[in-house]
T-cell receptor, first 114, second 114 residues
Framework: AQSVTQLDSQVPVFEEAPVELRCNYSSSVSVYLFWYVQYPNQGLQLLLKYLSGSTLVKGINGFEAEFNKSQTSFHLRKPSVHISDTAEYFC????????????FGQGTTLQVKP | DTGVSQDPRHKITKRGQNVTFRCDPISEHNRLYWYRQTLGQGPEFLTYFQNEAQLEKSRLLSDRFSAERPKGSFSTLEIQRTEQGDSAMYLCASINPGQNYEQYFGPGTRLTVT
């Protein structure tokens, strides 16, 4: 079984500042890793994913994440945030055993202040 | 490619009534997933289909819940004898496993049970 822990429920940050949203996972098997963003009253949009290869993954809207196998982490970063980045961010894992189902963390609310 | 669509977007019902939601996946996607998201939480896996076959059901899917995908295209999720605890956002997602397990989410159906 897999589990995901997002270490911060809320992250307030000023516009143009850097941000890191933390994610740790637990799994007895190899996993794929994802970050999704959810704007109010909308579905989820994929920001980036790690499947294999380079541990630094770049996604949309200037976000990137680094897979650290030894620390079982997949933290999301952005060097300079915008007001429009205010949203809920979810880290998720799926097993590589062909089901494809996602196990999500509880989410981190990123609030960008002017 | 019009994306994943869900209908209705919002549903208000009285406790004890039955409700049915519909999901139309991206046309070439043969896998379809249902998730439930309660306020302030990450989505939780409910069930998934490969074509018309329902391959896995979460223990969250009580006997009052049933899902179908009769022709391997659209899917329905029915909740019988709704309870206030069923109030949540119900999300549908679809994938083409050949596309690296990236799940495409619909906008969700928000259910309120009064």
């Amino acid at each position: 079984a897999q589990s995901v822990t997002q270490l911060d429920s809320q992250v307030p940050v000023f516009e143009e500042a850097p941000v890191e949203l933390r994610c740790n996972y637990s799994s007895s098997v190899s996993v794929y890793l994802f970050w999704y963003v959810q704007y109010p009253n909308q579905g989820l949009q994929l920001l980036l994913k790690y499947l294999s290869g380079s541990t630094l993954v770049k996604g949309i809207n200037g976000f990137e994440a680094e897979f650290n196998k030894s620390q079982t982490s997949f933290h999301l970063r952005k060097p300079s945030v915008h007001i429009s980045d205010t949203a809920e961010y979810f880290c998720a894992v799926s097993d590589r055993l062909n089901t494809g189902k996602l196990i999500f963390g509880q989410g981190t609310t990123l609030q960008v202040k002017p | 490619d019009t994306g994943v669509s869900q209908d209705p977007r919002h549903k208000i019902t009285k406790r004890g009534q039955n409700v049915t939601f519909r999901c139309d996946p991206i046309s070439e996607h043969n896998r379809l997933y249902w998730y439930r998201q309660t306020l302030g939480q990450g989505p939780e896996f409910l069930t998934y289909f490969q074509n018309e076959a329902q391959l896995e059901k979460s223990r969250l899917l009580s006997d009052r819940f049933s899902a179908e995908r009769p022709k391997g295209s659209f899917s329905t999720l029915e909740i019988q004898r709704t309870e206030q605890g069923d109030s949540a956002m119900y999300l549908c997602a679809s994938i083409n496993p050949g596309q690296n397990y990236e799940q495409y989410f619909g906008p969700g159906t928000r259910l309120t049970v009064t």
